[in-house]
Antibody, heavy 127, light 106 residues
Framework: QEQLVQSGAEVKEAGASIKVSCKAS????????VHWVRQTSGQGPEWMGW????????EFAQKFQGRVTMTRDTSITTVYMELSALRSDDTAIYYC????????????????????WGQGTLVTVSS | DIQMTQSPSSLAASVGDRVTVSCRAS??????LNWYRQKPGKAPQLLIY???SPQSGVPSRITGGGSGTDFTLTITSLQPEDFATYFC?????????FGGGTTVAI
């Protein structure tokens, strides 16, 4: 079945960078965009951006532009999210998720949703 | 960005109850609304996409409705596994945005 498996929890000092991996299996890797979302305790998820595993194209939330990078390695069906200049308020659980879409008969995209999600990676930033 | 507002933020219920969670968008999003359930320590799990389409494997007691700006998630005959936090998400425009969540507690 389709599955995303993320790298393990990390503790970083403020100012450092973090690189989280997300390995996809159970489907053709280049078929679906992969999104990154983070969640702090008791809050709704916050979208960070997406990567197209086929082309490597990316789009980021304005809030993270300049600090986030998303890459992929098609040989090992893995995408990466790197966040730099970490601050204490970057402490969160980071998730990757596959974007699925429905299409009209004309080929126009109608709706999209995130499924499945990775299990999450806790990133703790200490000051 | 489109703001998603869920209500209530939490509710108490019992097994067998019917519960309804509401989600309001700050502007028209057609039917580009998804619902997720999240249990403590776990990733969100898709329940409903495109406002009313159940994900494969979701029991028929869980339904979604609405369009435009107002949406609902209804669970009839609440089961023990339904005690969790529920999030709505709009994917009408970028950035996709989530509601703040509704926790259904015993």
């Amino acid at each position: 079945q389709e599955q995303l498996v993320q790298s393990g929890a990390e503790v970083k000092e403020a100012g450092a960078s973090i690189k989280v991996s997300c390995k996809a299996s159970g489907y053709p890797f280049t078929t679906y965009n992969v999104h990154w979302v983070r969640q702090t305790s008791g809050q709704g998820p916050e979208w960070m951006g997406w990567i197209n595993p086929s082309s490597g194209n990316t789009e980021f939330a304005q809030k993270f532009q300049g600090r986030v990078t998303m890459t992929r390695d098609t040989s090992i069906t893995t995408v990466y999210m790197e966040l730099s200049a970490l601050r204490s308020d970057d402490t969160a659980i980071y998730y990757c998720a596959t974007e699925k879409r429905s299409f009209e008969s004309s080929g126009t995209s109608l709706y999209s949703w995130f499924d499945p999600w990775g299990q999450g990676t806790l990133v703790t930033v200490s000051s | 960005d489109i703001q998603m507002t869920q209500s209530p933020s939490s509710l108490a219920a019992s097994v067998g109850d019917r519960v309804t969670v509401s989600c309001r968008a700050s502007q028209n999003i057609d039917s580009s609304l998804n619902w997720y359930r999240q249990k403590p320590g776990k990733a969100p799990q898709l329940l409903i996409y495109a406002a009313s389409s159940p994900q494969s494997g979701v029991p028929s007691r869980i339904t979604g409705g609405g369009s435009g700006t107002d949406f609902t998630l209804t669970i009839t005959s609440l089961q023990p596994e339904d005690f969790a936090t529920y999030f709505c998400q709009q994917t009408y425009t970028t950035p996709p945005t989530f509601g703040g969540g509704t926790t259904v507690a015993i």
